[in-house]
Every structure is written in structure tokens, then in C-alpha cells.
């Protein structure tokens, strides 16, 4: 992904969440994906899915059950 599509998916993050504090970062040799962090948090990963000339991401983020203490 280069850098027009990793502002492009940034850009769409922080619209659909209303939150500005997503940032969609490069990752080292990889271009395939991209890391997603809400401030300075990592939360995720996208991955590039280009098969069948159909271009999509898939955006992939574990939760962990001692996140889940932070709400009650």
C-alpha cells in the first residue's frame, strides 16, 4: 500500500469512528498491510486483499479479556 492509500484508509477510520485519533502507519517491509493505531495504542492491522481484481481490506484487531477489566 503506498501512502495516498494508507492516508485514504486513515481518513476513512476516523470519519465511520468520528475520532481523530486513528492513524493508519506503514509497516516495515511489508506492503501488504498496515498497523492502525488510536493515539499512540496499537490496536490493529489491515490487510490488502487484491484477488479478483476486487481491491478490499480486512481490518483485524484482537481483544484481549484484561481490556476488557478497563470497562467494568
Known amino acids: 500500500m503506498d501512502k495516498e ?7 476513512y477510520l476516523r470519519m465511520k469512528f468520528a475520532n481523530p485519533a486513528f492513524e493508519v502507519r506503514a509497516r516495515p517491509q511489508k ?3 498496515a498497523e492502525v493505531y488510536l ?3 496499537f490496536i ?3 490487510f490488502l486483499d ?6 478490499s481490506y480486512n481490518f483485524q484487531m ?4 484484561i481490556d476488557l477489566d478497563e470497562v467494568s
Open 44 to 46: 490493529g492491522v489491515i
Open 39 to 41: 493515539g499512540e495504542e
Open 50 to 55: 487484491d484477488e479478483d481484481e476486487d481491491r
Open 31 to 33: 506492503s501488504d498491510s
Open 5 to 11: 492509500e494508507l492516508g485514504k484508509l486513515q481518513a
Open 62 to 65: 484482537a481483544i484481549l479479556d
